[in-house]
């Protein structure tokens, strides 16, 4: 969750977006979803775009409450 949060703080940055575009090509957004309530943590582009979505389960480790939460990353590109 701490890596989650401090994406947020970066996530604007030019030099950051170049380097991402180039890594990860037609991928128009990656975000993790936190099912219980949390908020959307947006990692890259955006959520809000058209394109296919490939999803996979991750674990959210909340280090505050020393406890996990099951996530959902999801991948919007071109199919």
Do not use: H
């Amino acid at each position: 969750m701490v890596k989650l949060e401090a994406f947020k703080e970066i996530k604007d940055d030019d030099e950051y977006k170049r380097y991402y575009q180039n890594l990860f090509g037609n991928v128009k957004g990656i975000w993790v979803e936190i099912p219980d309530g949390d908020p959307d943590f947006e990692i890259y582009g955006s959520k809000d775009t058209s394109g296919g979505v490939y999803s996979v389960p991750v674990s959210v480790y909340y280090s505050e409450s020393r406890e996990y939460k099951i996530g959902v990353l999801k991948i919007r590109g071109e199919i």
